[in-house]
Structure formats: C-alpha cells, structure tokens
C-alpha cells in the first residue's frame, strides 16, 4: 500500500520532464531565424538600399539582402531572412515601403533607388494564436504540472499520511438561527453555546462550567445537521465538521489517529467547535455485534473518550455531536464530562410545520387557495425534510406545467409523492384489475368513514402508485402520541375493509390485501407482546422488536414458554378475528356506499374528502360527478390565465430587452435616429456596417 504511491510519484516526475523537453524543443525549432534588429535599423537598411525582399508573416517582417545565402526562392517559402524584425503598425509598414519603392525616399547621398524592393505581407498569415502558440504551450506545460504536483500531493496525504483528520472547517456557513424553523427551546440551548465561545469570560468569571459535549438527538431530517450549521453560522469559532462515518474508513488502525489529529488541531485553534455528525458510526457499544472488523471502531470511540477526557471544561472546546439512534450509543459517552448534555429534538408538530414550511416557501411563489397552515395540519408526521421536500416537489409540478404559481393540487400531489411515491399513470392496467382495486379501496374508505377513531380519510384514488394498485390515503388530525386500544382496534378493521370488499362484490378473493394482511397483523401482535393490550396476557413484555437487529444484538432471544407462543397466537388471532367481523358487519350495512364509492372511483379515478363526504350523505353519484367536473373547468380556467399571464410576462420582458438593446445601439451611433419602415431600416444597418468595415 505504502509503496505504489512512490512509484506513481516516479513516473509522473518523468512525464513532467519529458513534457517539458518536448516544449523546448518545439519552442527552438519555431524561432524565426535570421538576426533580430530594431524597426528602425530595418528602415535605415531599406533607405540605404541594402534590402532586395521583405516579407511579413503575421508582425515579424523577414529582411533579404543584396548577396545574401538564402535563395530567392527559399525566402519566398520558408521563414528565413538574413534579418528579422517586428513592426507595430501594419498601416505604416506598407506607407513606408510603397514610399520607398515610389522613389520618394532618398539615401544619404541623395541617391534614388536603382532597384525596388520585392514585398509580399501575409498579415493575418500567421495568426496571433499560432505565434502565441509556443509560449502557450509552456503555460500549458507548467500547468498540467502544478496539477499533477497537487495531485500527487493529495493522493499522498489521502494515502500515505491517512491518519490526519479530514474534518473540514466550515466557518463559512451562512445557516442562520431564524433558519432552523420550530424547535425554540432547542435553539435556546443551543444559543447559550454560542453566547458562551463569544464571550468565555463572562461565563468563567462566574464560575460555571461549560458543558463539554452537547448531543443532538432527533430522528432523521429534523435538522440535527441544520443546527450545527447554523451555530456555525451564528459564532464566529472556528468549527470542525466530521462525519462519524469517515473515522471508520478504508483503513485499520486510522480511526484513532483520525480522532487524535481532529482534537490536535482543535486545541491550536480554541475557542473552537467540533461537530461530529452520525457519531452512531463510531459511538455504538462495545464489544456487541458480528465478530471481528469491530476492534477497529472500538479503537476509535476509546480514542475519543480519552481525548474527551483529555480536556479542560473551559478549555474553549465544545464538541456537538448529532445522532438518530441514541439507544445504540455506548454509555460511557454519556458520562459526565462527555455528552453530558443532550439535546432532544422532536418531530415538529402542527404550529412548527407551518413554520418550517414558511421558511422554505419564502423563495417561492403560491396561488391564494394555497394556505400553509393548512398544509401543516395536513402532514401530520412529516420531518423538517420531508415538508422541504414537499414544497419543492409542488414546485416542480407547478413547473412541468409551465405555471408561475404553486397551487393546492400541486401541494396535494407533492403530499402524496413523499409519502408514496410518484403516480404511475401509464402502468397498464386491465378493467377487471381496476374494478377489483374501485372495490377495494372502497372498502377501506368507507370502513374509515364508518369507524369512530380512524383518521380523516384525504384521498381514495385506483391510480397505481408506487408498489400499490391504489391507495385511500388517510392523514390524522392531530399530533397526538398516544394511540388508544379503540384507535389500534379500528386501524386493524380498516385494513381488512379491501379483502372484505372484493369478496363480497366477486366472492373470490386476490392477492391485493397481503400489505394489508401484513400492517394489520403486525399491529396485533404489537399489542399483544409489548402493548399489554390483550385480555389473556395483559401486562407484560414478551416482544423483541426489530430494534435488536440493527442495534446491540444481532439474535433475537425469545423468552418465554412455547406455552406462552401458542397463548400469543391465539390472542393475534382473537384480534384480527373480532375486528375481522365487525368490519364485514359494518361493509355490509353500508354496501349502497361501496357501490357508489367504487361507481366514482371507476369513472373519476379519485376521490377526495368533499366527495367523500357527499356519498356519506347518500348523494347520488351523478351529482357528484358534476360537481366534479365543474370544480375542474374552474380550476382549468384558474390555469388557463396563469399560462396566459406568464406569456404576456415574457413578451413584456422581451420587449423591454429589445428597447435596451435598441437604446444602447442609438448611444453607441450605430444605429440612425430615423422613425423609418422595417426594411429601410435594416438597409441602412447594412450599410453602416459597411462603412464601419471599410474604416478598419
Ligand atoms: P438531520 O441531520 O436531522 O437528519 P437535516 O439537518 O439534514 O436533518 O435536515 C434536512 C433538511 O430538512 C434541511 O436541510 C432543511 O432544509 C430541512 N429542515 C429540517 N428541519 C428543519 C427546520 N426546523 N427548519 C427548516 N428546515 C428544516
Ligand atoms: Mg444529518
Ligand atoms: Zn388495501
């Protein structure tokens, strides 16, 4: 490993110094040869007749004369003289030699010319690129040089010198507090950091001590990464960003001299920041996990431990560290004097949605349906990143369309795209397969219009999407954590709403409710083994839930009788089998509803909450449709003007871009003041361009 990099430094040492050889001589070969004399000494040897040719190539003029080795005829060809010179004004060259050969200048004695001098300019023969050339190839030379000198320098710090720390500092940031949206009392911590690497003294003098390590948790895109940048921002420390991920590269053994070489540094430059993002990469516990390849990372987090212990509190070092999984941390980065400090941050909920989406819609533009608060009570569940993400999806759309505003649609479609993925219109689909999924969705929609503790159903739609036929796309209301029994139960019966359905429609069933299947049966069993929520088994914990396979352990470890097992199926299955009948009761009782739901779906292929509601209050289906379609001719109208509001905007702008162009052409004199017709008007453009030619 040590040893390529010299080779590879060897051979590019020796491809440099034949590249320049190589210029050199290319460089010798195209010198012009003949003695180089001044313009002037040129002109006295013309005026005392000693010169018989002069040829320009390009602004070197060629001198033959009287008796000199050169052939006529090789002068004429090649790029030789028997002198050389270069003249600055071409104008004034041809003056001087025409005056000459007219006899209108003399020698010193008094003498005119016998014979006139044989001239031929070649101007523009040889190019100023082409003369430019040789001293352009050293550039080039010297170049590529320096980039293959850094190259190698690079790849040797990368390779060679790999125990340094690639933390990068990005004092630079422009991330602002007022761009974290939501989380105040996040900031407010935060804050205090930065108030203390500002003012130390003021903190010091009072005695405290300043937390070591600060620990952001929070799952992922609730800006964990977005906060760090913006204390950056806010302090003027230098600040040291590393992710956890580059200590456990590449190669044994650099991880800790990674982390050495991050805390060296540090300490040079304090007051100082250093952010390690995803620290779960070297943080997670020791000693747990597969076998070998662990040593490695276990040496690394030893290494930070130490090197946290290794300095003062008030030393002027802070480390911020960000995580999503604080449960696989090793405890002893918890430990006063490390991460002492840990710093929640929480799903947004409906007040800092619509903040955070207020600070990603401030450099875009919305029709005036489009009401942000509403949009924040629609995304329940939605992180900091996937309402950024939403409002640029919707700006996309809106785009596509060739639309200078974001409307609602575009917002209710972006919803559906993050949380499901793109529509797939063009998927063939048969009519027997679309009725099924009319049928299917239906069934859930309605079962979720029917049960007390569903969520708001938003959107029934047999457009595929993603992996699924259709979806009935439903958004809770509120932001409450606490799923009650009665709300589990109902989410269990919706589910089974689609099998339900199809077989009472084709009393036969498919193959679309195995998602179905699956989410249900998993909530059962969660309420079984970890929920306490069933009537045999009651309170206790018999679950392992996936958490271990990612986290410390890699088995999962059962712990209870195959007595107890049995005791949890049966209980499952109670479940699923009592919710099983009490939404068959319910799609049964309601089949006018399911018939109509799936008479809109199969001739609309959506549904949203207002037609929803109106099959709910029995209106037929042929009403609802018009409202429909009305709605819709609106909204085409609505989009209609938009499209001709933006083409009359870049005619505008075009327009005015014609009227500057025309102006500074005026200002220049190029352009005759003269309210003349179009084709006259060009004429005169022609000639004028003539003229200006002819000038030069
Ligand atoms: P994390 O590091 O927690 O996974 P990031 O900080 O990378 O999340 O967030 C991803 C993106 O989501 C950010 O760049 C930002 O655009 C957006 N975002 C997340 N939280 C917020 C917030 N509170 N305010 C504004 N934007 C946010
Ligand atoms: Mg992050
Ligand atoms: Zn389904």
Redesign the pocket.
């Known amino acids: 490993m040590t040893e390529k990099p010299k080779k590879q430094k060897n051979w590019l040492f020796y491809l440099v110094i034949v590249l320049l050889v190589v210029a050199v001589i290319y460089m010798m070969n195209n010198q012009p040869s003949g003695k180089s004399i001044t313009y002037s000494e040129f002109q006295d040897k013309v005026v005392a007749g000693e010169v018989t040719h002069v040829k320009t190539v390009g602004n070197t003029v060629y001198i033959r004369i009287k008796d000199s080795k050169i052939t006529e005829a090789n002068f004429i060809k090649g790029k030789k003289g028997d002198f050389t010179t270069t003249f600055i004004n071409s104008q004034e060259l041809i003056e001087f030699m025409n005056d000459y050969n007219n006899g209108q200048l003399t020698s010193q004695n008094g003498v005119a010319p016998t014979e006139k001098v044989v001239v031929s300019y070649n101007l523009q023969g040889e190019s100023l690129l082409s003369q430019l050339l040789p001293y352009l190839s050293i550039g080039a030379v010297i170049i590529v040089a320096i980039i293959i000198v850094r190259t190698i320098a690079e790849t040797s710090s990368k390779n060679m010198a790999f125990g340094k720390s690639r933390a990068r500092n990005v004092e630079r940031s422009k991330v602002k507090f007022s ?5 105040e009392e996040e900031k407010e911590e935060l804050k205090e950091i930065v108030d203390f690497l500002k003012n130390p003294r003021k903190y010091t003098e009072l005695g405290a001590r300043i937390p070591k390590g600060v620990l952001l948790v ?10 760090a940048k913006a204390i950056a921002g806010e302090c003027n420390a230098p600040f040291f960003s590393i992710s956890g991920s580059d200590f456990v590269e590449m190669y044994v053994g650099v991880g800790a001299s990674r982390v050495r070489d991050l805390f060296d540094q540090a300490k040079r430059s304090a007051p100082c920041i250093i952010f390690i ?1 995803e620290i779960d990469a070297v943080g997670r516990q020791r000693g747990a996990g597969l076998g070998g390849g662990n040593d490695e990372r276990e040496q690394t987090l030893n290494q930070l431990l130490v090197q946290m212990d290794g300095f003062e509190a008030n030393e002027g070092i802070i480390v911020i560290a ?1 995580t ?1 999984r604080p449960d696989v941390l090793d405890p002893a980065l918890m430990r006063p004097g490390r991460f002492d400090r840990q710093v929640y ?1 929480n799903m ?1 909920d409906v007040k ?1 949605r619509e ?2 989406l207020k ?2 819609a401030r450099n875009k533009k919305f029709t005036d349906d489009v009401d942000l608060e509403n949009i924040a009570k629609l995304t329940s569940g939605f ?3 996937d ?2 993400n939403l409002l640029n999806e919707a700006a996309i759309l809106a785009g596509r369309d060739n639309r200078v505003k974001i409307n609602m649609i575009d917002i209710q479609e972006a919803v559906n795209k993050v949380i499901m993925g793109p529509q797939k219109k063009s998927r063939v689909v048969t009519e027997r397969d679309r009725e099924i999924t009319a049928f299917h969705e239906a069934g859930h929609a309605i079962l979720h219009k029917k049960l007390e503790f569903c969520d708001e159903v938003q959107e029934v739609s047999i457009i595929p999407r993603g992996m699924a036929g259709g979806y009935t796309l439903s958004r809770p209301d509120t932001d409450d954590n606490y799923a009650t029994l009665n709300k589990l139960n109902d989410m269990i019966a919706s589910f089974m709403g689609g099998r339900i359905a199809e077989s009472i429609r084709f009393g036969d069933i498919t193959t679309g409710a195995s998602n179905d299947i699956e989410q249900a049966t998993k909530i059962a069993r969660k309420m079984v083994t970890e929920l306490g929520m069933s009537a045999d088994l009651k309170f206790i914990n018999l679950g392992s839930s996936s958490e271990v396979f990612i986290g410390r352990d890699y088995q999962t470890q059962v712990l209870y009788s195959d007595d107890t097992a049995s005791k949890i199926d049966a209980e499952i299955l109670k479940i699923l089998n009592y919710n099983y009948e009490r939404a068959e009761k319910i799609l049964k009782d309601n089949w006018d509803k399911i018939t109509s739901l799936s008479e809109l779906l199969l001739k609309k292929n959506v549904a949203y909450k207002e037609e929803l509601d109106s099959i709910m209050e029995g209106k037929s289906v042929k009403q609802i449709i018009a409202n429909m379609n009305r709605k819709e001719n609106k909204k085409k109208k609505q989009q209609e003007k938009e499209r001709q509001e933006k083409i009359l905007q870049e005619q505008k702008r075009l327009e005015e871009i014609k009227a500057k162009t025309l102006l500074a052409l005026k200002n220049e004199g190029l352009l005759i003041e003269k309210p003349i017709e179009k084709t006259e008007n060009k004429q005169i453009l022609n000639e004028n361009d003539k003229k200006d030619t002819k000038n030069d």
């Open positions: 761009d974290v949206a939501g989380s929070g799952s992922p895109g609730t800006g964990k990464t977005l906060l993002d960000a999503n941050i947004p800092a903040k955070i600070v990603h992180s900091g990143a309402l950024e």
